[in-house]
């Protein structure tokens, strides 16, 4: 049987009528950036539990999520209506190889994500470590609508500190929003429209991507970068692609 921890929620951050970042008082088990563990909420005698990768960096104290509240789903919903000071459930256990040290080197490192699959692509750039590795950092997010581009603060923080290595691109699919890609990334890796945003090549002789979201926009994308010769990465046989599947 899965152990738990018991938390408290410290706060319940409503970026809009959906989204969520859930942040929580916890004993947190050691884990990488960019894993995952279950959060959990009692259900009659029984946990109701989900995946959800961590957006704090394994030196911060406090655990955080950001998540969506889907329609009619059984544990987002709820989540979505804890307040400070309610309980909420962690496992003692993470998983996920959504981490740098599955990326070999490299000149250039591409972090594509979607929604709230952001979250772990920020846990890493929390840490120290990709702005000691890699020449340029580039991260992309994709949404639906402006109100989705969420974390701008801090995102707009890094490029303060980071202004020659870090480059971040957002995509918002169904507004025209200035300063933004208007294409789903998939099809702005296959246009070129994504690497002329970058001001850089995504090839194999310097990039390694790292993908994060639903399994279509996975699937596109790696699709997309093995046109132009990137090939999965396998720890027996290196490559250029890392991929996570958040569900």
């Not at 008082?25 to 279950?38: D, Y």
């Not at 709230?116 to 840490?127: H, R, V």
């Not at 994308?221 to 046109?227: G, K, M, N, R, Y």
């Amino acid at each position: 049987m899965e152990q738990w921890k018991q938390g408290k929620v410290l706060e319940n951050h409503h970026w809009n009528e959906r989204l969520c970042s859930l942040r929580i008082e916890v004993e947190l088990p050691k884990f990488k950036a960019g894993q995952f563990t279950r959060v959990a909420l009692p259900d009659g005698e029984e946990m109701l539990a989900r995946a959800y990768s961590l957006v704090n960096a394994p030196h911060e104290p406090v655990a955080e999520f950001y998540f969506n509240r889907v329609p009619g789903g059984p544990l987002s919903t709820r989540l979505h209506q804890l307040k400070a000071g309610d309980s909420v459930f962690l496992s003692r256990a993470v998983a996920g190889f959504l981490t740098l040290s599955e990326v070999p080197a490299c000149k250039h490192l591409w972090m594509l994500a979607t929604g709230t699959a952001l979250g772990p692509f920020l846990s890493i750039l929390k840490t120290e470590e990709p702005w000691d590795r890699f020449e340029k950092i580039i991260l992309v997010h994709g949404v639906r609508s402006q109100d989705e581009l969420t974390y701008r603060t801090f995102i707009d923080r890094l490029r303060q500190q980071h202004p020659d290595k870090f480059i971040p691109i957002a995509s918002v699919t169904r507004e025209q929003v200035s300063g933004t890609l208007h294409q789903r990334i998939p099809e702005a890796i296959r246009s070129g429209a994504l690497e002329a945003q970058a001001g850089l090549a995504i090839d194999p002789e310097s990039a390694h991507v790292m993908i994060c979201g639903s399994p279509a926009m996975v699937d596109e994308s790696t699709a997309a970068l093995q046109e132009k010769g990137l090939r999965k990465h396998r720890r027996r046989t290196p490559g250029h692609i890392s991929v996570e599947i958040y569900k």
